[in-house]
């Protein structure tokens, strides 16, 4: 970790700068496998799963069969605690619900907006050292309560062709049946352009590596959404003198683990702090099954030290963290202040993991500075906002004029018309 003392404002933009993303050396490749897909369907998804997976696929598709045969590979102690974060992840998405409001913005003008979920999505869960059924929770929940009619999800086979039967589970747990047996930027072909057998959806969601990443921004090029633009996940812990050192680097560490580009900041207003958290890491750090994950992402992290914790949140607000940890005494005062951040933990009881698993949050966030300007997925992310209006006979009298006018000084008599011809057959005397 590299080390800051009291650096002037001057030096922060360069301080909260990521290591810039070659993403545009990927795209060639990332072509090549969006035209072998285009060309060749589930053929080349099946050739593709042979040289990036080891695998050897008879299907692309998961089957019946090899659902229920994974459902008791799940402990009960693992399907118990899926269940608590399946309940707490419900909740708090089925709050964000909106009920229908019309308003009548003058008499006999009538507007409202309904939510319709998006009718076919696709989830990209990644697979390999870390299967996410997590982040499956996290957007097949929302997905169900939007009300989207068709969800595939698309995840990569180990070598043997099976999937991961935590992931199974959780899947057959929301009632997903379409699993497709592709990782990658051929998954996220599959589901932009769609196959013989897989349909073309209308967003994708969900994490990846560098290719997913290159290729779910190339598909919104062709017409695909996708959730949000994405990058290496990231922390920012801000402590004060009354947080536990290990607690800190704990938190540190479990941001560090999830790859060697993942970004670790931690922001103090004590010297000694520092010193502590930085002798914590250290010793925990050894402990970890993924140590050298850990340490190469160490190696790339920053530790600060600002005179006072409000310099701490303008820090933070520059960089725009994915999670943003108030270790602090009394989190509330700097919690307002903060403008720019993906999910925040608030006090020396809310570790980020929880909301990463059970909290009810939702942990698919803004990654690379993108809190700026992107939300972390929510209900809102499923669905489209549709807009209505209605108007009386008498509305329309009302605003009519209005709207010839306006729609006359922008020259668009077609515009005008539409409203005059109605004004006249209800009141012929206007014809004269």
């Given at each position: 970790?590299?080390?800051y003392?009291y650096?002037?404002?001057?030096?922060?933009?360069?301080?909260?700068q990521?290591?810039?993303?070659?993403?545009?050396?990927?795209?060639?490749?990332?072509?090549?496998?969006?035209?072998l897909?285009?060309q060749?369907?589930?053929?080349?998804?099946?050739?593709?799963?042979?040289?990036?997976?080891?695998?050897?696929?008879q299907?692309?598709?998961?089957?019946?069969?090899?659902?229920?045969?994974?459902?008791?590979?799940?402990?009960?102690e693992?399907k118990?605690a899926?269940?608590l974060?399946?309940?707490?992840i419900?909740?708090?998405?089925?709050?964000?619900?909106?009920?229908?409001?019309?308003?009548e913005t003058?008499?006999?003008?009538?507007?409202?907006?309904?939510?319709?979920?998006?009718?076919?999505?696709?989830?990209?869960?990644p697979?390999?050292?870390?299967?996410?059924?997590?982040?499956?929770l996290?957007?097949?929940?929302?997905?169900?309560?939007?009300?989207?009619?068709?969800i595939?999800?698309a995840?990569?086979p180990?070598?043997?062709?099976?999937?991961?039967?935590?992931?199974?589970?959780t899947?057959?747990?929301?009632?997903?049946?379409?699993?497709?047996?592709a990782?990658?930027?051929?998954a996220i072909?599959a589901?932009?352009?769609?196959?013989?057998?897989?349909?073309?959806?209308?967003?994708?969601?969900?994490?990846?590596?560098?290719?997913?990443?290159?290729?779910?921004q190339?598909?919104?090029?062709?017409?695909?959404?996708i959730?949000?633009?994405?990058?290496?996940?990231?922390?920012?812990?801000?402590?004060d003198?009354?947080?536990?050192a290990?607690?800190?680097?704990?938190?540190?560490?479990?941001?560090?683990?999830?790859?060697?580009?993942?970004?670790?900041?931690f922001?103090?207003?004590?010297?000694?702090?520092?010193?502590?958290?930085?002798?914590?890491?250290?010793?925990?750090?050894?402990?970890?099954p993924?140590?050298?994950?850990?340490?190469?992402?160490?190696?790339?992290s920053i530790?600060?030290?600002?005179p006072?914790?409000?310099e701490?949140?303008?820090?933070?607000?520059?960089?725009?963290?994915?999670?943003?940890?108030?270790s602090?005494d009394?989190?509330?005062?700097l919690?307002?202040?903060?403008?720019?951040?993906?999910?925040?933990?608030?006090g020396?009881?809310?570790?980020?993991?929880?909301?990463?698993?059970?909290?009810?949050t939702n942990h698919?966030?803004?990654?690379?500075g993108?809190?700026?300007?992107?939300s972390?997925v929510?209900?809102d992310?499923?669905?489209?906002?549709?807009t209505?209006?209605?108007l009386t006979?008498?509305?329309?009298?009302r605003?009519?004029?209005?709207?010839?006018?306006?729609?006359?000084?922008?020259?668009?008599?077609?515009?005008?018309?539409a409203?005059?011809v109605?004004l006249?057959?209800?009141?012929?005397s206007l014809?004269s």
């Open positions: 970790m590299k080390i003392l650096p002037d404002q001057a030096e922060w933009g360069a301080l909260t990521r290591p810039v993303q070659k993403l545009d050396q990927l795209r060639a490749g990332v072509q090549q496998t969006f035209d897909v285009q060749r369907g589930d053929s080349a998804l099946m050739e593709l799963a042979v040289k990036f997976d080891k695998a050897a696929l299907n692309v598709w998961v089957s019946p069969e090899e659902i229920t045969a994974a459902l008791p590979q799940v402990s009960e693992l118990a899926i269940e974060a399946y309940n707490n419900y909740r708090f998405h089925n709050a964000q619900q909106e009920q229908v409001k019309q308003v003058m008499p006999g003008v009538t507007c409202w907006r309904k939510s319709v979920g998006i009718q076919k999505v696709g989830l990209y869960i697979g390999g050292t870390a299967p996410l059924f997590s982040t499956l996290m957007l097949g929940i929302p997905a169900q309560i939007a009300g989207c009619r068709e595939i999800l995840t990569p180990s070598a043997d062709g099976t999937i991961n039967g935590t992931i199974l589970y899947a057959n747990r929301l009632g997903i049946k379409r699993i497709l047996k990782g990658g930027a051929q072909a589901l932009a352009f769609g196959t013989e057998t897989v349909p073309a959806v209308d967003k994708i969601f969900g994490p990846g590596n560098q290719y997913v990443t290159a290729a779910k190339m598909v919104t090029q062709m017409g695909v959404a959730d949000m633009p994405a990058g290496p996940s990231e922390v920012l812990v801000i402590a003198d009354s947080a536990d290990n607690f800190v680097a704990a938190d540190l560490l479990s941001q560090a683990e999830h790859g060697p580009d993942s970004q670790v900041v922001v103090t207003n004590s010297e000694k702090q520092l010193q502590n958290v930085q002798a914590a890491v250290a010793q925990q750090v050894a402990q970890l993924r140590q050298t994950v850990a340490e190469q992402a160490l190696n790339n530790g600060v030290v600002l006072t914790l409000e701490a949140i303008h820090f933070s607000n520059l960089y725009a963290p994915e999670h943003l940890i108030l602090v009394q989190p509330e005062p919690a307002e202040q903060v403008i720019q951040a993906g999910s925040v933990f608030m020396h009881f809310s570790p980020e993991s929880v909301g990463d698993y059970a909290s009810g698919t966030l803004p990654t690379n993108y809190a700026r300007n992107y972390g929510s209900l992310s499923f669905v489209k906002k549709i209505f209006q209605q006979r008498e509305g329309l009298e605003i009519g004029p209005a709207v010839e006018t306006m729609a006359e000084a922008e020259g668009l008599h077609a515009h005008k018309n409203v005059t109605r006249r057959k209800m009141n012929p014809s």
